[in-house]
């Protein structure tokens, strides 16, 4: 984007396409899977690996999407709590007070009771030292709207996170 490197670190082979054509490296993670079981560790060292050399890392986790096509609203749960202790905690962590900016947010939702994707809006979270704190505390659909950063689209989001006028 804008002659930016970029990586993408997936299991999902249309999220690897998507990568390839936006000219990312695809970095592949022995055990990583479309699922809960997804080897967490493996994607979050390659992604602190790839921004050392990259100006963008996008990392995608499969598993909220799948349990919410399941319809099992304790497992999909359980991988939100994956998400957040196994990838979101340990990169912010790691590179917390390096300039980086994150941001988090699902491709599409992918409600329990339809378990089918929607065209509904996504929350989304951004975090780095161009974009000013706001009052919402909690990530959620609920909370969203009432955030600094309004409704986005694509070309405004990547603006927005990389930081572009």
């Not at 079981?37 to 990259?54: C, D, P, Q, S, W």
């Not at 704190?133 to 986005?152: C, I, Q, T």
Request: proline letters at 5%; hydrophobic letters at 45%.
């Amino acid at each position: 984007y804008l002659g930016r490197k970029g990586a993408v670190i997936s299991a999902v082979d249309v999220i690897k396409g998507i990568g390839k054509c936006a000219e990312m490296e695809v970095i592949e993670v022995p055990g990583a899977t479309g699922f809960i079981e997804t080897n967490y560790a493996g994607k979050v060292a390659a992604a602190l690996e790839a921004i050392k050399t990259h100006d963008l890392v996008y990392v995608h986790v499969e598993a909220i999407d799948e349990c919410s096509h399941l319809g099992d609203l304790k497992l999909k749960m359980q991988a939100i709590k994956e998400f957040e202790d196994r990838v979101v905690a340990p990169v912010m962590k790691a590179l917390e007070g390096r300039g980086v900016t994150f941001a988090i947010l699902p491709d599409h939702p992918v409600p329990i009771h339809l378990r089918k994707h929607t065209r509904t809006p996504v929350p989304v979270a951004i975090c780095g030292e161009h974009i000013a704190a706001d009052s919402v505390m909690h990530y959620s659909e609920k909370d969203a709207p009432d955030g600094s950063l309004g409704f986005m689209h694509g070309e405004e989001f990547m603006r927005k996170v990389l930081n572009l006028k």
